[in-house]
């Protein structure tokens, strides 16, 4: 399967309380006016400006390994290549929120409007994450549609730059995924275009293959931590 | 309430356009630019960085007091530099080669000026050398680099190296950060400092001058 797939900035869930705790705000904190203020407009902004969109294709093990193995710079003992080895369907994935909502964000910032580029960036970042959500619940439908029993698996994304899999994976992934028709495109520093884009690939198979113990040598660097509240939710 | 402590309230409070208005009625009343800069506006973000520290108010109200601080600088920078009185301290700040990503670089330059230092902003994929000559014919007290990606952080390591080539080691404190980075990494490449967020950025370089210098 290879599909384009366009959201509606609306399927995007923003909790206040999960954008607020990235930015390292507790939920019970008394916020300022002007900080709520700000918070308003940028969440205004993002519904004015999302053009949420994506592309999904899937992908056999033999050839996403070829993929992972990218340029040979992943962290030799890694939790990917364990999880996706014991996969049910692998897919090669790109969401992005668009150009226009990148472009504000350093408009913003270019105009000294530094708190509201601050929270639109952000909210951005946080719905740029749930987009990944959506491209693997939009997966795991395809794949229950063909097969019933795929209705119990988990679908969970990652990423190259997480998780021992080396930032110059993503050369090997645009390569093969050719994201271009939905706009985004990738530089020789791994940077996509526009910024507000996630890549990676969709792991789908029986929840357990997804749990790992997060004490590989890069996991003492590593500040997201998401991989606890993900094998939580399995 | 008085003049500077007028400036002082509004610079916490974010409102940019009243802190000039109330900076330029200060420089007309004959208030001396350092007198304005002390405490009236260093005076208001010391309030905005101790109630940042307590987490009673969050990095959104310190941008809007840190914006507010420029608008006053723009008005008090010419009059400090014709009476001669010296800066807080200069730094040379930039994302490194081949690195495009630049909102955390954004933020500690905004914070870094907002507490009264100059900030030269070199901007993103900028070339070890260029670090290196920008410091130099500037005469900067610091060098600060962000890297966002695994691949660029060896140019790092580049800047320090041509610094101890170019003597500046020792003399310009180099401090490093972004995403990858770490305490360790930056002790290995030989870096002054690593900092792990904005704020954390301008405590480490407040920390390179002694108070009120």
Same mark, same amino acid.
């Given at each position: 399967?290879?599909?384009?797939?366009?959201?509606?900035?609306?399927?995007?869930?923003?909790?206040?309380?999960?954008?607020?705790?990235?930015?390292?705000?507790?939920?019970?904190?008394?916020?300022?006016?002007?900080?709520?203020?700000?918070?308003?407009?940028?969440?205004?902004?993002?519904?004015?400006?999302?053009?949420?969109?994506?592309?999904?294709?899937?992908?056999?093990?033999?050839?996403?390994?070829?993929?992972?193995?990218?340029?040979?710079?992943?962290?030799?003992?890694?939790?990917?290549?364990?999880?996706?080895?014991?996969?049910?369907?692998?897919?090669?994935?790109?969401?992005?929120?668009?150009?226009?909502?990148?472009?504000?964000?350093?408009?913003?910032?270019?105009?000294?409007?530094?708190?509201?580029?601050?929270?639109?960036?952000?909210?951005?970042?946080?719905?740029?994450?749930?987009?990944?959500?959506?491209?693997?619940?939009?997966?795991?439908?395809?794949?229950?549609?063909?097969?019933?029993?795929?209705?119990?698996?988990?679908?969970?994304?990652?990423?190259?730059?997480? $998780?021992?899999?080396?930032?110059?994976?993503?050369?090997?992934?645009?390569?093969?995924?050719?994201?271009?028709?939905?706009?985004?495109?990738?530089?020789?520093? $791994?940077?996509?275009?526009?910024?507000?884009?996630?890549?990676?690939?969709?792991?789908?198979?029986?929840?357990?293959?997804?749990?790992?113990?997060?004490?590989?040598?890069?996991?003492?660097?590593?500040?997201?931590?998401?991989?606890?509240?993900?094998?939580?939710?399995? | 309430?008085?003049?500077?402590?007028?400036?002082?309230?509004?610079?916490?409070?974010?409102?940019?356009?009243?802190?000039?208005?109330?900076?330029?009625?200060?420089?007309?009343?004959?208030?001396?630019?350092?007198?304005?800069?002390?405490?009236?506006?260093?005076?208001?973000?010391?309030?905005?960085?101790?109630?940042?520290?307590?987490?009673?108010?969050?990095?959104?109200?310190?941008?809007?007091?840190?914006?507010?601080?420029?608008?006053?600088?723009?008005?008090?920078?010419?009059?400090?530099?014709?009476?001669?009185?010296?800066?807080?301290?200069?730094?040379?700040?930039?994302?490194?080669?081949?690195?495009?990503?630049?909102?955390?670089?954004?933020?500690?330059?905004?914070?870094?000026?907002?507490?009264?230092?100059?900030?030269?902003?070199?901007?993103?994929?900028?070339?070890?050398?260029?670090?290196?000559?920008?410091?130099?014919?500037?005469?900067?007290?610091?060098?600060?680099?962000?890297?966002?990606?695994?691949?660029?952080?060896?140019?790092?390591?580049?800047?320090?190296?041509?610094?101890?080539? /170019?003597?500046? !080691?020792?003399?310009?404190?180099?401090?490093?950060?972004?995403?990858?980075?770490?305490? /360790? !990494?930056?002790? /290995?490449?030989?870096?002054?400092? !690593?900092? !792990?967020?904005?704020?954390?950025?301008? /405590?480490?370089?407040?920390?390179?001058?002694?108070?009120?210098?």
């Amino acid at each position: 399967m290879r599909s384009i797939v366009d959201f509606a900035p609306d399927d995007v869930i923003l909790d206040r309380a999960a954008i607020l705790g990235s930015q390292g705000i507790p939920g019970d904190a008394d916020l300022t006016d002007n900080f709520e203020r700000i918070y308003s407009e940028a969440i205004d902004l993002y519904q004015e400006l999302a053009q949420p969109a994506g592309i999904v294709s899937g992908i056999t093990i033999s050839r996403f390994e070829e993929v992972f193995r990218g340029e040979g710079r992943n962290e030799p003992a890694n939790p990917v290549e364990d999880i996706f080895r014991r996969s049910g369907y692998l897919a090669l994935f790109a969401v992005t929120l668009g150009a226009v909502l990148s472009s504000r964000v350093t408009e913003l910032f270019n105009n000294g409007d530094y708190a509201s580029g601050y929270m639109l960036d952000s909210v951005s970042s946080f719905a740029a994450d749930k987009l990944t959500d959506l491209a693997a619940a939009y997966l795991k439908l395809e794949l229950t549609d063909k097969d019933p029993a795929a209705s119990s698996w988990r679908v969970l994304g990652y990423s190259p730059g997480y $998780c021992g899999w080396h930032i110059s994976g993503q050369k090997k992934l645009f390569e093969v995924l050719r994201p271009d028709e939905t706009g985004i495109t990738l530089n020789e520093s $791994c940077l996509m275009s526009p910024i507000k884009t996630v890549s990676g690939v969709l792991i789908a198979g029986p929840g357990e293959i997804h749990e790992f113990v997060n004490s590989y040598p890069f996991c003492d660097t590593c500040r997201a931590k998401s991989c606890i509240g993900r094998m939580r939710n399995l | 309430m008085e003049l500077l402590e007028q400036i002082s309230e509004n610079l916490q409070n974010g409102f940019d356009e009243k802190v000039a208005a109330l900076t330029k009625d200060a420089v007309e009343k004959q208030i001396h630019p350092k007198e304005i800069l002390q405490n009236g506006l260093i005076a208001g973000m010391n309030v905005v960085s101790k109630k940042f520290k307590n987490h009673d108010i969050f990095l959104p109200d310190v941008l809007l007091a840190a914006r507010a601080m420029n608008s006053a600088m723009e008005v008090l920078k010419p009059l400090l530099i014709k009476e001669g009185i010296p800066i807080r301290g200069k730094v040379v700040i930039g994302s490194v080669k081949d690195d495009l990503h630049d909102i955390g670089k954004n933020l500690v330059a905004i914070l870094l000026k907002g507490a009264g230092f100059e900030v030269i902003d070199l901007g993103n994929d900028v070339p070890a050398e260029k670090f290196i000559s920008t410091a130099m014919e500037e005469n900067a007290h610091v060098i600060g680099m962000s890297a966002l990606l695994t691949t660029t952080m060896p140019v790092m390591k580049k800047v320090v190296d041509l610094a101890k080539d /170019e003597g500046l !080691y020792g003399r310009v404190r180099i401090i490093v950060g972004g995403a990858p980075v770490s305490k /360790e !990494y930056a002790l /290995e490449i030989g870096a002054d400092a !690593y900092s !792990y967020d904005g704020a954390n950025a301008v /405590e480490t370089v407040e920390s390179f001058f002694p108070v009120n210098s």
